[in-house]
């Protein structure tokens, strides 16, 4: 049984860290969401970080 593994996403206009989504561990491509930033106050894209 695979178990997913926890990536943190962070906000693409304020750089704020604000997730930690779990991730198939075969996933090839960096994840990326438009979900609410608390500091900008607006739905942002979020995107994986390393």
């Known amino acids: 049984m695979r178990v997913a593994q926890k990536v943190i996403i962070s906000c693409e206009k304020c750089g704020?860290?604000?997730?930690?989504?779990?991730?198939?561990?075969g996933a090839t491509k960096r994840l990326e969401l438009k979900k609410f930033c608390a500091h900008c106050n607006e739905h942002t894209m979020h995107k994986q970080t390393i």
């Open 16 to 25: 704020s860290r604000n997730y930690a989504m779990p991730v198939k561990q």
